[in-house]
């Protein structure tokens, strides 16, 4: 078949844009000619993928996604046998869906006459509206119910992936075989010194303000966060919260990473006290490295937390109270131990690698 995959922004860093790369690899190595069409495209360009550039001269965000619908559109009508979005776009065979849905978030007055909530609407109408045509893939039960519910979606166009955990970023051998100590001498992290990750880029729906304001109560911490690079303006942000917080010192943005799986082995602790995140892959990459996890439960993945008993998921409501206690808990070294092997059990035990395969196997089943 040819296959086109249309995704705004093409970058290494971002889950979805991971998965879309992983499932294009996947579909050529079935023998399948996949194009991934993108507005931009941001670090090294992948050699054996077909990229393909649509010119995109909008400054605003919303306005963006818009025009690269319609250009993505008329650039693959009548040419490919398969046409997949990566976000919410126009006239679509299977949409690949990690965002939450606009429809059934309540909005103020203000909002509901944006121009932005009304592009955002029509995209999302594209391909969840009734009588529409797309196959929905989504990532978890709870954004699937939102989005029937929202716009009566007629359900045997909705279907709901396993987890897209990638099998060969699943590596927790490398704690023990001399990883974990090279990578906390090239961050320069003592030998007691604790470690929290953040794998973030966007600070507050992740919250990183949450986790830099823990940091001051725990001064032989600190905060390693990759995905967002020093001089951007999530750095300046960052950067003002710590100032606030006096803990500038103890912070290190590292950038887009793509040896996320060792920088897991340097740690001693996922923090993602997210206020949002449809699944929270990262979560569940590192339960199955390793590595232990404290999370809210607004994560679609939050779940598994609890099941392996790899950490805390704090309660509903968030305070910041819960987050330093979850935090005083993980400073035991006995428990971060067994957090760390039932996590790692965990994610050789359960079935967590298949989601990206199934997506491969419903967009060839999609006419």
């Not at 889950?15 to 079935?30: E, F, K």
């Not at 987050?323 to 050789?348: K, V």
Request: net charge positive; proline share 5%.
């Amino acid at each position: 078949m040819k296959i086109a995959f249309g995704i705004v922004t093409l970058f290494g860093g971002g889950g979805l844009q991971r998965d879309c790369m992983a499932i294009a690899r996947r579909l050529a190595a079935q023998g399948h000619d996949v194009t991934i069409f993108a507005a931009r495209r941001r670090g090294e360009r992948p050699e054996e993928l077909k990229i393909e550039l649509l010119p995109n001269r909008a400054f605003s965000n919303h306005r963006r996604d818009l025009a690269f619908a319609k250009a993505f559109a008329d650039a693959t009508r009548g040419r490919f046998d398969r046409v997949v979005g990566f976000g919410k776009l126009l006239d679509l065979d299977v949409l690949y869906c990690a965002d939450p849905c606009l429809a059934a978030k309540p909005a103020k007055w203000t909002a509901l006459l944006s121009s932005r909530r009304r592009i955002q609407m029509q995209l999302e109408a594209a391909s969840f509206a009734a009588g529409q045509h797309t196959k929905c893939l989504l990532l978890s039960e709870t954004q699937a119910a939102d989005f029937r519910r929202a716009w009566s979606t007629e359900p045997g166009r909705v279907v709901v992936l396993p987890p897209t955990i990638d099998r060969n970023r699943r590596k927790p051998e490398l704690r023990s075989d001399g990883t974990r100590e090279r990578m906390r001498a090239e961050l320069k992290v003592s030998g007691d010194q604790l470690t929290w990750l953040a794998v973030a880029a966007q600070p507050k729906v992740k919250g990183l303000d949450r986790a830099v304001a823990a940091l001051a109560a725990f001064p032989n911490a600190r905060l390693v966060i990759a995905g967002i690079a020093e001089g951007s303006k999530a750095a300046r942000l960052v950067r003002g919260l710590a100032d606030k917080a006096g803990v500038r010192d103890r912070i290190r943005l590292l950038g887009l990473r793509s040896d996320i799986p060792e920088l897991m082995a340097a740690a001693d602790l996922l923090i993602h006290p997210a206020r949002y995140d449809t699944t929270g892959t990262v979560i569940l990459e590192a339960l199955v490295n390793g590595l232990p996890v404290i999370t809210t439960p607004q994560c679609g993945y939050a779940v598994h937390v609890t099941a392996a008993d790899a950490g805390v998921v704090l309660p509903e409501t968030f305070s910041a109270t819960d987050l330093t206690e979850a935090l005083r808990r993980a400073e035991s070294p006995q428990r971060r131990n067994d957090w760390n092997r039932n996590g790692a059990a965990y994610g050789e035990a359960q079935p967590l690698y298949d989601g990206l395969d199934r997506a491969a196997e419903l967009i060839v089943a999609a006419g």
